[in-house]
């Protein structure tokens, strides 16, 4: 392994209570394509090399190979535990009275971890489906959003924090309405929002609301993920390195035109978590936060560059009834489907 990065070296984000934590994170959705051994290798090989963030999650089927690692990495004095910020979160078919204790319980103990850093609400809604299934794939018991519903998974994660099973909790795949709804009902403030962020689909308004509430965005698919699942995919979806701003950054300064994706993500302000099971990729993604950033010039271009492309869609989780993905999304302003409670 080549020389590691000193961890002072990484800038850092500061969460609601003026906590630290690193400015990138790895990633360890394997998209259907990569195995829990291969995912957990890297896990190990990237915090030898610095990473001290490091995203999980139930679904993916891998915190008990990534546990063996984290146990592996503090038995070699690699990380204390107080080094690491370790998140997971639940998925949707635990989002039952009682499930969210049980399914952090099943975390923590496969992670080999006493308590989980951030613990976040997956997806908004109870909607299952199989790892690995098609894009085609509809489950007959899914529903719109329910903000009585979801606050009853958000009260258990607080229970979870009151506990001292997890110390910091969040939401994901939220979006304005969504949150209006439930953020004054909430008792703990979720730290982060876990959302798709990447030059080609930067929501802009979003990301705002969140930093002008003290949550810290997250930013999954920070590179466009080339190496999503097949059922995510559609016809229109842009390349982010390919969009002529980032094309151009590359050549300036020399580099791959996913490490300026990366660049832009980290002087923007949120956290990306890249997936890499590969040495030299996770590498150049923790070096590229560090030094020759883009220039003003650069980052206005990739702003102008932005054209609304989500990836990750969630088709599968949609209900009988419903007019497609954008319903999950609220893009009709909101509540067209759902409604608060009066």
């Not at 009151?162 to 949150?179: A, E, Q, W």
């Not at 403030?189 to 990301?207: N, R, T, V």
Request: hydrophobic share 35%; charged share 25%.
């Amino acid at each position: 392994m080549t020389d590691c990065i000193d961890r002072k070296m990484i800038p850092v984000r500061r969460l609601y209570t003026g906590e630290e934590i690193p400015c990138m994170g790895l990633g360890t959705f394997g998209s259907d394509k990569y195995g829990p051994e291969e995912i957990a290798e890297a896990v190990y090989g990237a915090i030898r090399f610095g990473y001290r963030l490091i995203d999980c999650a139930s679904v993916y089927q891998n915190e008990d190979r990534i546990g063996g690692m984290l146990k592996r990495v503090f038995e070699e004095g690699i990380a204390e535990r107080k080094e690491l910020f370790i998140t997971s979160k639940v998925w949707n078919d635990m989002h039952g009275e009682g499930k969210v204790l049980e399914s952090c319980r099943k975390s923590l103990a496969d992670l080999g971890l006493e308590q989980i850093d951030l613990y976040f609400v997956h997806w908004p809604f109870p909607n299952y489906h199989a790892p690995g299934c098609g894009g085609d794939s509809r489950n007959p018991d899914s529903r719109p959003f329910s903000v009585e519903e979801f606050m009853g998974v958000w009260r258990q994660c607080e229970e979870l924090a009151d506990k001292g099973l997890v110390r910091y909790i969040g939401m994901s795949n939220m979006t304005i309405p969504k949150l209006e709804a439930v953020l004054p009902l909430c008792r703990i403030q979720p730290a982060a929002l876990e959302m798709e962020l990447h030059p080609s689909f930067q929501q802009q308004e979003l990301f705002d609301y969140a930093q002008a509430r003290g949550i810290l965005p997250i930013g999954y698919c920070p590179i466009g993920s080339p190496s999503r699942p097949e059922r995510d995919r559609t016809a229109e979806d842009v390349a982010d390195c390919q969009l002529p701003s980032v094309a151009a950054a590359a050549a300036a300064h020399g580099i791959h035109p996913a490490l300026v994706c990366l660049k832009w993500a980290v002087q923007r302000g949120q956290v990306p978590i890249p997936f890499s099971v590969k040495e030299a990729q996770y590498q150049s993604n923790l070096r590229a936060a560090l030094s020759d950033p883009l220039t003003r010039e650069e980052m206005e271009a990739i702003r102008r560059d932005e054209n609304g492309c989500r990836l990750v869609k969630g088709q599968v989780f949609l209900w009988e009834g419903a007019k497609g993905w954008e319903d999950l999304w609220d893009m009709d302003g909101g509540r067209g489907s759902w409604k608060t409670e009066e």
